[in-house]
Every structure is written in C-alpha cells, then in structure tokens.
C-alpha cells in the first residue's frame, strides 16, 4: 500500500468498535491501526459508542455481541434508525462485525443472514482474522460506494 493510499484510507474509512473486554479492544486497535494504517476508536460502554456514533461519520461498526448494558444487536438497530438522518450524503448505516463467544455459534447463523452484518468473529480472535474481515468490509464498501 502506498502512502497517498494510507492516507486516502485514514480519511474515508473509519471504524468504531465496542466491546466490553479492554483486551479485545487493544487486540482491535493495534491490528487495525498499525496493519491498515486506518483509524479506528474504541469503547468499552455500548452508551458511549452510541454517542460516538452520533457525533461522527464511520464506515463500519465493530460491536461486542453480549455487552453489559446495550448489547451489541440492540446498539446496531438503534444506529441504523437514526444514523442516515445525522449525516448528509449518506443513505444508510455502515455494515457491522459482531464479536462473539463459543456459545454464540447457534444464533450467529440466524444473525447472519441479515446483510448488514458482514461477519462474526468468535472469540478468542486472531490478528489474520481481524484483518482479513476488515479488508473485505473495506472492498465491499469501496464497491457500494461507486455504485451510488
């Protein structure tokens, strides 16, 4: 990747991701950061990726499948409803990535079939996994965006 792409990348691409182990988080973050050269926030508390949303534009959600007091299902229904209305020039809500436990295998299928969400990663997560999801949401978003 070239720097003018890097750049191109940290400008338009942008994710946000919650979850409630800060261990998963840092894993998300230095994977992301450092290996796509891409800028990624991270939360902790469902309420407050809420308001992160809300206050910026994101180009795909990386949401914890069982949080605390939001899960992560319920947070993704909420922005989808409200996101396209906070933001001129775009029409929908960006794709979703779920993070998951082993017992989560039999209602990942049944959440998968919603097309909004791109994958679910099951814990315990691995680097090659993270970017290779991620990379994918990356070129089907690129792919939507010029058919709009």
Known sequence: ?????????????????????????????????????????????????????????YSLFIFGFHMPNLNGVLLYDLLYK???????????????????????????DQIRRDARVKDILIRPLSIDRIIGVIEDSMSLTKTENTKI
């Open 82 to 108: 409200v996101y396209p209305s906070l933001y001129d020039g775009i029409r929908k809500c960006p794709a979703v990535i779920f993070i998951g436990e082993e017992e989560d295998i039999k209602t990942a």
């Open 1 to 57: 990747m070239s720097a003018k792409e890097s750049i191109e990348n940290k400008d338009s691409f942008r994710v946000l991701a919650s979850h409630h182990d800060t261990g998963t988080l840092r894993l998300l973050r230095d994977s992301v950061s450092n290996l796509l050269n891409i800028g990624i926030d991270t939360t902790p508390s469902s309420e407050y990726a809420y308001e992160m949303a809300i206050k910026r534009p």
